[in-house]
C-alpha cells in the first residue's frame, strides 16, 4: 500500500513483473547471455545509481528477494506475473507460469498468474492452453512474438495460427492479453515487435484486452494512433516508467501522449520487475507533474486521479479485483503475521 503526501492511500497492481532464471546453469547457448546481458543493460542505463545490482544478482535474484522487493521494501499490493519461456535460449525456460506458480501458492492472494501460448504450436498448444487455464484458472496471457522457435524468429498477431488461440482464449474466459511491442533484445528482431498487427485482432476480438507491454516503444506514434480507434487497446509502462529517472522530459512527452490518445482509464502501471523495482519507480512517478507547457499543448494533466488509475485501479478492473475486500484481505494477512 502507498501512502501519499496527503495521507491517502493508493492500491498498487504491478502489472508487470518476472521471477527469471538466467544463471550460467540455465544458459543454453550464447543467444541466452546475449539476452540477460541486453536486459541488464536497460537496467543500467536507466536506474538510479543507488538502485544498481551486480550483473550476478541480476541473473538470478530468487523468490525471496522478489516477495521483498515488491511487498515488503515496495509499495505493491499485487504483482501479476508475465513468463516468458525462451526455450530455445534457456534450458528450463527463461521465466515460466510453471515457476511462477510456485510462489503463487505460498502468497496466493499478493500474486495473479498469467499463462502464454505460442500459435506456432499448432493442435497441441491449444490443448495445453486449455490445461492452463483448468489448473491456474487464467484470466490473463503474456506474448512474446518475436521469440524464436527452431527456424522461426517469430510471429505475427494477425496470423490465422493466432486467432486460433484468441477463439480459444474467448471460450475459456482469458480476456486479457498482454503483448511484448517495443524495445528489442538482442538476438530477437526489432521488427517482430511491430505493433500493426494489434490494429487486426483488437478489431477483429472486441472482446479481449490488448494490453501492449512497453506501449509499443519506439514506435509511439504508431501505438497511439491504433489504440485511439481501439477501446480495447491498452498501454503497459514497463520500459516507459524508468525513463522518469534518466531522461524526465521524454517521459513526460510519452505519458502526455499517452494520456491525450488513450486516457487515464487505459494507462498501467509495471515495473518489469527484476530490471526495475517498483519503490523508487512509484515514488518518482506520484512526485512527477508534467511540465506546463506540455499541459497546455495536449490539454491534460496527470493528476492524483490519474496516478491512482493507473498504479492500480484499471488493472484492477480488468481482472476484477474488488479492492476494498482485497485490501481488507491483506490487512488481516498482515495482522496474523504480526
Known amino acids: 500500500m502507498y501512502k501519499a503526501k496527503d495521507g491517502s492511500e493508493l492500491f ?3 502489472g508487470h513483473v518476472h521471477l527469471w532464471d538466467a544463471s550460467p546453469e540455465n544458459i543454453r547457448n550464447i543467444h541466452g547471455k546475449q539476452f540477460i546481458d541486453c536486459f541488464y543493460g536497460y537496467h543500467a542505463s536507466l536506474s538510479p545509481p543507488e538502485q544498481l545490482w551486480t550483473p550476478e544478482k541480476f541473473a538470478k535474484y530468487g523468490a525471496e528477494q522478489m516477495v521483498k522487493d515488491l511487498f515488503i521494501d515496495g509499495p505493491d499490493d499485487m504483482a501479476i506475473f508475465q513468463p516468458t519461456y525462451l526455450k530455445d535460449f534457456y534450458k528450463t525456460g527463461f521465466n515460466t507460469l510453471e515457476q511462477n506458480a510456485i510462489l503463487k501458492k505460498r502468497y496466493p492472494d499478493r500474486f495473479i498468474l498469467n499463462g502464454a501460448f505460442d500459435p506456432r504450436d499448432g493442435e497441441g498448444g491449444l490443448e495445453a492452453l486449455e490445461a492452463q487455464a483448468e489448473t491456474y484458472k487464467l484470466k490473463g496471457v503474456k506474448l512474446y512474438t518475436a521469440e524464436w522457435k527452431g527456424d522461426s524468429r517469430g510471429y505475427k498477431l494477425s496470423d ?3 486467432y486460433k488461440y484468441f477463439e480459444k482464449c474467448e471460450k475459456l474466459g482469458i480476456k486479457n492479453i498482454h503483448v511484448h511491442k517495443g524495445p528489442t533484445i ?3 528482431d526489432r521488427d517482430a515487435f511491430d505493433v500493426a498487427d494489434i490494429d487486426h485482432c483488437a478489431t477483429d476480438f472486441p472482446n479481449l484486452n490488448f494490453i ?8 509511439l506514434d504508431d501505438f497511439c494512433w491504433i489504440a485511439v480507434q481501439e477501446a480495447n487497446v491498452y498501454g503497459g509502462l514497463a520500459v516507459v516508467l524508468p525513463f522518469i529517472h534518466s531522461r524526465p522530459g ?13 486516457g487515464e482509464d487505459r494507462i498501467l502501471f509495471g515495473s518489469d520487475y527484476g530490471i526495475w523495482t517498483p519503490q523508487w519507480l512509484v515514488e518518482r512517478f506520484m512526485n512527477f507533474e508534467l511540465p506546463e507547457e506540455v499541459m497546455k499543448e495536449t490539454g491534460k494533466e496527470l493528476t492524483m486521479t490519474a496516478k491512482r488509475k493507473i498504479l492500480g485501479e484499471n488493472a484492477a478492473r480488468l481482472y476484477d479485483v474488488d479492492i476494498a475486500s482485497q485490501r481488507a484481505k491483506l490487512s488481516r494477512i498482515e495482522m496474523a503475521a504480526a
Open 160 to 162: 490465422p495460427a493466432a
Open 250 to 262: 521524454y517521459f513526460a512527452k510519452v505519458i502526455s501522449e499517452l494520456l491525450f490518445w488513450l
Open 12 to 14: 498498487i497492481i504491478d
Open 212 to 219: 501492449v507491454e512497453h506501449c509499443g516503444l519506439p514506435r
Open 186 to 188: 538482442i538476438p530477437l
